[in-house]
């Protein structure tokens, strides 16, 4: 079994930067592609980055393409999002996942294990 953590959420103005961790634990996601997705209150989960197992390719969703970088270091079984150029209306929880079946999806129900969430704000 997977367990994902999810941390470096917070309170930052628009055009600030954050940088976002998803540590696992129990098994190792080396293996598994990886994404982030996002919540915002009353609405729907949506895809934000996705990466591959080795990390050779990474996929962005368009409002976010640019500011946004998905990485990961399988040797500290730890995937990571830097934040930049932030705009309130990125303002969500977040959270990461690993599939174990599907390369980099960009469909929440294609993940397998997910991480609690972590909350981000931006303010104008």
């Known amino acids: 079994q997977v367990q994902l953590v999810d941390t470096g959420g917070g309170l930052v103005q628009a055009g600030g930067s954050l940088r976002l961790s998803c540590a696992a634990s129990?098994?190792?996601?080396?293996?598994?592609?990886m994404g982030w997705f996002r919540q915002a209150p009353g609405k729907e989960r949506e895809f934000v980055a996705a990466?591959?197992?080795?990390?050779?390719?990474?996929y962005y969703a368009d409002s976010v393409k640019g500011r946004f970088t998905i990485s990961r270091d399988n040797a500290k079984n730890t995937v990571y999002l830097q934040m930049n150029s932030l705009r309130p209306e990125d303002t969500a929880v977040y959270y990461c996942?690993?599939?174990?079946?599907?390369?980099?999806?960009?469909?929440?129900?294609?993940?397998?294990?997910w991480g609690q969430g972590t909350q981000v704000t931006v303010s104008s």
């Open positions: 990466i591959t197992w080795n990390g050779g390719r990474t």
């Open positions: 996942a690993a599939s174990r079946r599907y390369d980099s999806s960009t469909y929440p129900w294609q993940y397998d294990y």
């Open positions: 129990g098994r190792t996601v080396s293996s598994y592609p």
